[in-house]
């Protein structure tokens, strides 16, 4: 089975540096390249994951649950394409039941691992993870805070420029109106 490059990276970051942050980041510019259109694609419900964990992690007990409720009722629904991702799917729904009732309880965070059945898919990420200097599979260094709050303390520059460019252009054309 071939793999995309952004989906290993995904794995890496999720079961290796425990970004979640860049979890999302990866998955959400993949998924806009290959099905922008399709709001409940499994890319989406996967970056809904790494969002909801995000938020767990930093205490966002209710806005975590909410997300991870949305993104069960997605991926319930792509059994063929999660398999075809490598993962095993009634594993992967009976983790999430757990970690949805963790949250609802307001239990601590604990790190969960994706339910790779593909061997070789495996075999493939720890190797990355060697090469990048992660453990595989290591848990949440929850002293990092520049992991914890990665969405506090990111540049967002680009971002906040592109922003005033779309304002400038919508107001430039509210101007040229008659």
């Avoid at 490059?5 to 425990?18: A, I, K, N, P, T």
């Avoid at 806005?63 to 319930?76: D, E, Y």
């Avoid at 594993?91 to 339910?115: D, G, K, W």
């Avoid at 060697?130 to 520049?146: N, P, Q, R, T, V």
């Amino acid at each position: 089975m071939k793999y995309s490059e952004d989906y290993l990276s995904f794995l890496v970051q999720f079961h290796g540096s425990r970004d979640y942050f860049e979890c999302h980041e990866i998955l959400e510019e993949y998924w806009k390249e290959i099905a922008p259109k399709e709001r409940d694609s499994h890319w989406v419900g996967l970056i809904q994951i790494a969002v909801a964990l995000y938020h767990e992690r930093r205490g966002n007990k209710k806005g975590a649950a909410r997300t991870l409720a949305k993104a069960v009722a997605n991926l319930q629904a792509k059994k063929p394409e999660l398999l075809e991702l490598g993962l095993d799917p009634e594993m992967l729904m009976n983790i999430f039941a757990e970690v949805h009732q963790r949250m609802l309880t307001e239990s601590p965070y604990e790190s969960i691992n994706l339910p790779i059945a593909d061997l070789r898919l495996i075999e493939i990420c720890q190797f990355i993870c060697l090469k990048e200097g992660y453990i595989w599979c290591s848990k949440s260094d929850m002293g990092d805070a520049a992991l914890i709050n990665k969405h506090l303390i990111r540049d967002r520059s680009d971002v906040i420029s592109e922003r005033a460019r779309q304002l400038s252009l919508r107001q430039t054309k509210m101007e040229d109106r008659p």
